[in-house]
């Protein structure tokens, strides 16, 4: 009692600083998740509850929908999140140099961030809309400024699960775009001139200078990126919702999971698979790049 009194008054001002931060995670952290692991294994039934139990994983490996919706998740996160890299990418190797307009032009790339995600969902809903939507009326040269008819019957974008969920990342990435840009920015105003120009004393061409020094010192940015946007998109729900609310990825699942089929318990189950999930990709992003930034510092 003597020593934790001793600690208390010798680490009185860190404890205050911390105590915030520590009631937050208690707060919206461990108990949702006590509760929600609490939850998907228990199973309710007519003689009482049963904890703990696998039986609504289970339940949920034999449903197709879930199965569905699981495949539908990786490629919605395979697709989504080396796009908003690679674009992210794009956009700050344009806005990175001084140019005349270049204020204007970095705030129109992040100007997406400032339109709410659901704002921009009913935005690609009415642009692709079926059988009039905007993008039907330009393939079939119904403008005047496009004369030219590629398709000949209208496409019902959000009725095929292709491109329901392609309209979708759609949306997610020119959303997010400005985040993966500003991180990418960040890390290449990071490299100094001096190492650029020194590989350029030596002799290295444009392609060298750029596989040699930018992309090795860009990589932390890169990992950060890849890391922050592949958790979001994961657990992606506004856009797969409006745009592909026959199609559920996973975390529309749970929303249908709740109120459809009114089962709080495989809902939780599905969430924790989907936890898990996030877990495991972020654990081999990080191996990825740890590996891919040793290889590329060696050479």
Not at 18 to 37: M, N, S, T
Not at 281 to 295: A, E, G, Y
């Amino acid at each position: 009692m003597t020593r934790i009194i001793v600690f208390t008054r010798k680490n009185l001002f860190s404890i205050i600083i911390l105590a915030p931060a520590v009631l937050y995670l208690v707060g919206f952290l461990l108990i949702i998740l006590f509760k929600v692991v609490a939850l998907a294994l228990t199973r309710v039934g007519p003689q009482g509850d049963l904890f703990p139990t696998a039986y609504h994983f289970v339940e949920l490996s034999r449903n197709p929908e879930f199965r569905h919706a699981l495949v539908r998740t990786i490629w919605f996160t395979l697709i989504g999140t080396p796009l908003e890299l690679v674009i992210g990418m794009a956009a700050a190797f344009l806005v990175v140099r001084e140019f005349k307009g270049g204020g204007i032009t970095r705030s129109l790339f992040i100007l997406p961030l400032a339109i709410p995600a659901i704002v921009t969902a009913i935005m690609l809903y009415i642009i692709f809309d079926f059988p009039g939507g905007h993008v039907n009326d330009i393939l079939m040269g119904r403008y005047s400024f496009f004369p030219f008819q590629v398709i000949s019957h209208p496409v019902d974008w959000r009725g095929s699960g292709f491109f329901a969920l392609m309209v979708s990342i759609l949306g997610k990435v020119w959303r997010d775009m400005p985040i993966s840009m500003l991180i990418i920015l960040a890390g290449l105003q990071a490299i100094t001139k001096d190492q650029h120009e020194a590989a350029k004393t030596l002799g290295a061409n444009a392609y060298q200078t750029f596989f040699r020094i930018t992309f090795p010192l860009l990589t932390p940015a890169m990992s950060t990126v890849l890391v922050l946007r592949s958790i979001e998109v994961w657990k992606e729900f506004i856009f797969p919702f409006i745009l592909a609310g026959s199609y559920p990825l996973l975390a529309t699942l749970i929303e249908r999971a709740y109120h459809e089929w009114r089962n709080p318990n495989e809902a939780c189950a599905i969430a924790l698979v989907l936890l898990v999930l996030i877990i495991i990709s972020t654990i081999f992003i990080f191996h990825v790049l740890k590996w891919l930034r040793r290889r590329l510092v060696r050479v």
